[in-house]
C-alpha cells in the first residue's frame, strides 16, 4: 500500500507535552526528521528545512495521513534536495557479513568499517519514529536503535 501524501510535503510529529517537530516526506517510504524540538506552530516551511536533519528512516504506510502524522505543508521549490543516504543490513548469525542498501534497494557486501555510522535498513512505525525523537531529545538511548545497531564481532 502506498503511502499518502508526496515528496517536500513538511510533516508534523508530535512529541507529547504540547511539544513537536517536523520532517519531510523524501521518495516513498523515507522520511528526513529535522532537529526542531517546538511548542510553536511553525508555518516558515524553510525554516523547517532550514534545520539540521537528526536521521533519514523509511516509514510504514500508515506514518502519514488520517491516523499518522499531519501534513502542515511543503518544502520550498528549488531548496536544497535531502539525499536517502546508505543503510546497511548485518547477518544475525554472521556478523561480519554485512551489505550497504542504497536508496533504490541495491544491495552490496561491504566491510563492517563502511557499515559504521549507517542508519540500519529498517521500516519504522511512527510510534517508534515518536519515541526515538523523544529518547533523543531526553539524552538516552533508544531501545528499537539499539536492538538494530551495528554488532562488531
Same mark, same amino acid.
Given at each position: 500500500m502506498?503511502r499518502k501524501?508526496? /515528496?517536500a ?14 520532517? !519531510?516526506?523524501?521518495?516513498? &517510504? ?7 524540538p517546538?511548542?510553536d ?8 528545512v532550514?534545520r539540521?536533519? +537528526?536521521?533519514?528512516? =523509511? ?6 495521513? #488520517?491516523f $499518522?502524522?499531519?501534513?502542515? $505543508? !511543503?518544502a ?13 543490513? @548485518?547477518?544475525?548469525?554472521? &556478523?561480519?557479513?554485512?551489505r550497504v542498501?542504497?536508496?533504490d534497494?541495491? =544491495? #552490496?557486501?561491504?566491510?563492517?568499517? %563502511?557499515? %559504521?555510522?549507517l %542508519?540500519p =535498513? ?8 515518536? @519515541?526515538? +525523537?523523544?529518547d ?14 551495528l554488532? +562488531? /564481532?
Amino acid at each position: 500500500m502506498a503511502r499518502k501524501g508526496k /515528496p517536500a510535503d513538511i510533516v508534523r510529529i508530535d512529541l507529547g507535552a504540547g511539544w513537536h517537530t517536523y520532517g !519531510q516526506l523524501l521518495g516513498d &517510504p523515507f522520511l528526513a526528521v529535522y532537529d526542531l524540538p517546538t511548542t510553536d506552530r511553525v508555518t516558515d516551511m524553510a525554516a523547517v528545512v532550514g534545520r539540521p536533519i +537528526l536521521f533519514v528512516v =523509511a516509514v510504514n504506510h500508515r506514518a502519514v495521513g #488520517r491516523f $499518522g502524522w499531519p501534513i502542515v $505543508g !511543503q518544502a520550498p521549490p528549488g531548496g536544497a534536495a535531502v539525499a536517502v543516504p546508505d543503510r546497511f543490513i @548485518q547477518d544475525v548469525i554472521y &556478523p561480519s557479513n554485512c551489505r550497504v542498501l542504497d536508496a533504490d534497494g541495491n =544491495a #552490496r557486501p561491504t566491510t563492517l568499517l %563502511e557499515c %559504521e555510522g549507517l %542508519e540500519p =535498513a529498517a521500516v519504522w512505525d511512527l510510534v517508534h519514529v515518536t @519515541q526515538r +525523537l523523544r529518547d533523543h531529545y531526553a539524552g538516552r538511548p533508544n531501545v528499537h536503535l539499539e536492538r538494530m545497531r551495528l554488532r +562488531l /564481532p
